[in-house]
């Protein structure tokens, strides 16, 4: 069996509320095939959101570990896990992580300037393209429908071919008829030789997975 590119084990994670202590990791372990989409459902509250945070190095887990292509991503300096993102993790969002002073294209270029060797113009245009925003790239965020922010975010996530795309709720904020035409450009552009996870409450989005992973209280089930 090919090696996991994505690999988190045994994670745990607690949190104070007040004077007791939270537990919204418990013992969870994800592998992740190259190549592979992997859909995590749960309820609100089951640790989906921390376990993202978690597997970009947003966060580090109070036990276990998390490793990308080999690299540590957990338990470093904050400017190494910076780094790390910016050159091997692409993070969708179910809001709009666009800068709003800037046109779609200008939000290309300002993730391309992250990555370890900045994107030319035309690839930057070529998303655009495969996405079918090019007639809007000149476009202030504010000026998007919602499927076309979504677009737009998914482009930006995938400037400079990361090796872990990671989507948090990337159709809530879309209609059904956007959601397919979304999660259409999901499957098809996602890195071919890298890892996808991504969260949803929705089941059609689940369905599309290569696999899914259910989480409550959590804990993987």
Do not use: C, W
């Not at 998007?144 to 400037?159: F, H, K, P, Q, Y």
């Amino acid at each position: 069996m090919t090696a996991a590119l994505l690999e988190a084990r045994g994670l745990h994670r607690f949190y104070r509320r007040g004077g007791e202590e939270v537990a919204a990791l418990r013992d969870v372990n994800l592998s992740v095939q190259p190549g592979e989409l992997v859909a995590v459902v749960g309820p609100s509250g089951s640790g989906k959101s921390t376990l993202m945070n978690l597997l970009a190095g947003l966060e580090d887990p109070d036990g276990g570990s998390v490793t990308l292509a080999g690299h540590a991503v957990s338990h470093q300096p904050a400017n190494s896990q910076a780094r790390l993102r910016g050159r091997l993790i692409g993070v969708l969002t179910q809001t709009s992580g666009l800068v709003e002073h800037l046109d779609v294209l200008g939000n290309l270029r300002l993730a391309g300037s992250f990555r370890p060797t900045r994107p030319a113009a035309a690839d930057l245009v070529g998303l655009l393209d495969q996405v079918g925003l090019r007639q809007r790239s000149s476009a202030r965020p504010s000026t998007l429908s919602g499927g076309e922010t979504a677009r737009a975010n998914l482009a930006v996530a995938l400037v400079g071919n990361p090796s872990l795309l990671l989507a948090d709720e990337p159709t809530a904020e879309v209609s059904r008829v956007e959601e397919t035409g979304l999660l259409d450009l999901l499957r098809r552009m996602r890195p071919p030789e890298g890892a996808t996870v991504l969260v949803t409450h929705s089941p059609a989005v689940a369905r599309a997975a290569d696999r899914v992973v259910h989480l409550l209280d959590g804990r993987v089930q």
